[in-house]
């Protein structure tokens, strides 16, 4: 019996073990990105254009924006037709692309400090906790979220100083739809133009 248990648990921590993201794999992913998005981008001496061009390059190859479009969408995702989720995905990538590629300018001169990860509840997930020194501030705490899908690392969600971008955007546009006239047609419509 005590090997029947034994066996039963040397299984289950098998399996456990192969849908656990390493932590390691996961802080150096993050160390890149960052690296590259501040070295490459930032604090680079190019024009406004090339900088929305890079930034929109390193934020299509390591953030999983179908993902994180679907989880901001919440229940509204399930009832969309595939015309009107294809047209946001499309908008919210758009959208966000120009926003943080503004919003990053203040890690200009900036550096992440790396302090481990910390485990998730969600199958194939960890957070990579990082600090930046602020001017006259205490460092601002930014938990990256980091999603392995199909033997790629990507980023899921940015929690600055507790707040996660994801859940905010969640509760900004399922409360917009909520009141819209015409619902998801006329969030999509105010992503494009806030876009342009």
Do not use: C
């Not at 399930?78 to 294809?86: E, G, H, L």
């Not at 900036?110 to 199958?123: L, Q, R």
């Not at 705490?141 to 790629?152: G, L, Y």
């Amino acid at each position: 019996m005590k090997k029947l248990i034994a066996f039963i648990l040397m299984v289950l921590l098998s399996a456990l073990n192969a849908y656990a993201l390493d932590g390691t794999a996961a802080e150096n992913f993050v160390k890149k990105v960052t690296k590259q998005g501040i070295e490459e981008i930032i604090n680079s001496n190019v024009s406004i254009e090339q900088k929305d061009e890079r930034f929109e390059k390193l934020f299509n190859q390591y953030l999983d924006v179908e993902y994180i479009g679907k989880f901001v969408l919440g229940r509204y995702w399930k009832t969309a037709s595939q015309k009107q989720r294809d047209e946001f995905i499309k908008v919210y990538r758009d959208f966000n692309t120009k926003t943080w590629s503004k919003r990053f300018d203040e890690f200009k001169g900036k550096h992440f400090d790396f302090h481990g990860t910390s485990p998730s509840n969600s199958e194939g997930q960890m957070f990579v906790n990082t600090t930046v020194d602020m001017d006259n501030a205490a460092p601002a705490k930014v938990v990256f979220r980091v999603k392995e899908t199909n033997a790629d690392l990507k980023i899921v969600d940015i929690i600055i100083e507790n707040v996660s971008l994801a859940i905010t955007a969640r509760n900004e546009y399922t409360a917009y739809i909520k009141k819209a006239p015409n619902g998801l047609d006329d969030l999509i419509k105010d992503l494009k133009q806030k876009s342009n």
